[in-house]
């Protein structure tokens, strides 16, 4: 198994800042999935949804990861909250490092992200039952790729990244 560490989690887990907190503390590199994704097709992701839709998208994941596992050692690695949706992705994660659920409430993501307009899955008239339904379904699958789940409800962005490089980088 490679040496690079994977931030999962629903939207507004702390998965971008975390990481970056992470790679900073453990002085390694960091790598957004979607912002690789963002430059490989050329557009924001809300975009990238408009334009070609999610099925292509999560196709795009999938190819990022598969490169990643080829090219990537010794970063952390922040993924988009639908990337472990797909089984393929799941494993692959597996393969690429260690894989780390950063478990949050809904409450704790509706409040982090209310005014947030630049996330095409939330785009919903009840946000509230969007968060509850995507989360019934998501969390599981991020249990199940996940080899260190980490609460991050009532922790500083500090706080977690120490608990992860703990966890999951000097493991």
Same mark, same amino acid.
């Given at each position: 198994?490679?040496?690079? *560490?994977?931030?999962?989690?629903? @939207?507004?887990?702390?998965?971008?800042? *975390?990481?970056?907190?992470? &790679?900073?503390? #453990?002085?390694?590199?960091?790598?957004?999935?979607?912002?690789?994704?963002? &430059?490989?097709?050329?557009?924001?992701?809300?975009?990238?949804?408009?334009?070609?839709?999610?099925?292509?998208?999560?196709?795009?994941?999938?190819?990022?990861?598969?490169?990643?596992?080829?090219?990537?050692?010794?970063?952390?690695?922040?993924?988009?909250?639908?990337?472990? !949706?797909?089984?393929?992705?799941?494993?692959?994660?597996? #393969?690429?490092?260690? !894989? *780390?659920?950063?478990?949050?409430? &809904? #409450?704790?993501?509706?409040?982090?992200?209310?005014?947030?307009?630049?996330?095409? @899955?939330?785009? &919903?008239?009840?946000?509230?039952?969007?968060?509850?339904?995507?989360?019934?379904?998501?969390n599981p699958l991020y249990r199940e790729?996940?080899?260190?789940?980490?609460?991050?409800?009532?922790?500083?962005?500090?706080?977690?990244?120490? #608990?992860?490089?703990?966890?999951? !980088?000097?493991?």
């Amino acid at each position: 198994m490679k040496d690079n *560490v994977i931030l999962i989690g629903f @939207m507004g887990a702390g998965k971008t800042s *975390v990481s970056k907190a992470l &790679a900073k503390l #453990e002085q390694m590199p960091l790598i957004d999935t979607d912002e690789q994704i963002e &430059a490989e097709v050329g557009m924001a992701t809300s975009r990238i949804f408009e334009t070609y839709g999610e099925e292509y998208f999560r196709q795009t994941e999938t190819s990022i990861l598969e490169k990643l596992i080829r090219e990537t050692d010794h970063s952390v690695i922040s993924v988009g909250g639908g990337l472990p !949706v797909r089984e393929i992705n799941r494993k692959l994660m597996r #393969e690429l490092g260690t !894989v *780390v659920f950063l478990n949050v409430k &809904a #409450e704790t993501v509706l409040k982090r992200l209310e005014g947030d307009t630049t996330r095409p @899955m939330l785009y &919903a008239d009840d946000k509230e039952k969007r968060v509850n339904d995507l989360m019934a379904f998501r969390n599981p699958l991020y249990r199940e790729a996940a080899q260190v789940v980490i609460d991050t409800d009532e922790k500083s962005v500090e706080q977690i990244a120490r #608990e992860v490089a703990e966890l999951a !980088v000097r493991r």
